[in-house]
């Protein structure tokens, strides 16, 4: 075990401790500066990066437009998290927590301002009436299953993730209180995933479109590098579902908005008309650029 912490009678904020994310971790909240979020000229404007969080939200566009529902047409503004885009003051004014993504809904007679990604795909679900059940049975459990996911996967990213891939030091109470509780998450999920095609039936819902981007990526070791740690290979029904949401073309499209890693034909850094996708992935405009 790591050497005891006895905490102080009184926290104080000591900026030199934190590691990789330091710089942008702050017991307050608000602006750090005036900028003002650029506005396209679609319905929707997201301000985000292609984290977990941030897929789920361009998922459910590029799913709602695969469906036909042009309504949905949406401009995607990178907004860069190490960098400190979130503390803008136009961002805030957004998302006064801070945390991408952001969205605007200029679709209405008013605006209205969203935050946190699964009030978003609630939403958007509303709204289009699309990959969330009528009927109240299947509704509830669709619900469920999106409100567990965005309680839990903070064990996930802010746990498992922070103390055994990012933190500066390794503390072995903390990586193994978050490397349980992560093993019985995925428990539930593979355990719910052996009854049923989806996470909340056999129908494909907003509860998989907001699980995939965190569950899919962590077994299939693109977060955190620790799926051996884990025994990601046990977990053979969430394996089968996150194989089986992959292939659907509006995943595909929707991961790779605002995303800044991985390999370049990925990368769709900011996105403003489907051609996008065909004509502005890294991969075809970093050479004109070097």
């Known amino acids: 075990m790591s050497e005891e912490y006895t905490p102080p009678k009184v926290w104080t904020w000591n900026t030199e401790f934190g590691g990789r994310f330091a710089s942008i971790n702050r017991p307050i909240s608000g602006a750090t500066h005036e900028k003002t979020l650029p506005v396209g000229k679609h319905p ?41 885009d979130q503390f803008g003051s136009g961002f805030v004014e957004v998302n006064p927590n801070s945390k991408i993504p952001a969205l605007m809904d200029y679709s209405g007679e008013k605006p209205i301002r969203l935050f946190e990604s699964g009030a978003m795909l609630l939403h958007l679900a509303d709204k289009f009436g699309a990959f969330i059940p009528k009927d109240p049975a299947g509704r509830a459990e669709t619900l469920s299953w999106l409100f567990w996911q965005m309680s839990m996967t903070p064990y996930i990213g802010g746990g498992f993730g922070h103390f055994y891939a990012y933190a500066p030091i390794k503390i072995e109470y903390a990586i193994e209180r978050f490397t349980m ?3 019985r998450l995925l428990h539930v999920l593979d355990t719910q995933l052996g009854k049923h095609r989806y996470v909340a039936g056999d129908a494909y819902t907003i509860a998989d479109i907001a699980c995939w981007p965190w569950f899919g990526a962590l077994v299939k070791n693109e977060i955190y590098n620790g799926a051996e740690f884990i025994s990601a290979h046990e977990y053979t029904n969430v394996l ?22 991985g390999p370049l034909q990925d990368q769709l850094r900011e996105r403003h008309d489907a051609s996008d996708f065909e004509t502005r992935t890294q991969d075809k405009l970093e050479p004109a650029e070097s």
Not at 246 to 257: L, Q, T, Y
């Open 44 to 84: 929707f404007q997201l301000y985000s990066m292609g984290t977990p969080n941030g897929q789920k939200v361009t998922i459910m566009f590029e799913e709602l437009l695969a469906a036909g529902h042009s309504g949905a047409e949406y401009d995607a503004w990178l907004n860069s998290v190490m960098a400190g």
């Open 181 to 183: 509780e992560t093993k």
């Open 240 to 261: 089968r579902w996150t194989d089986d949401v992959a292939k659907r073309p509006a995943v595909d499209r929707g991961r790779k908005v605002n995303r800044v890693s």
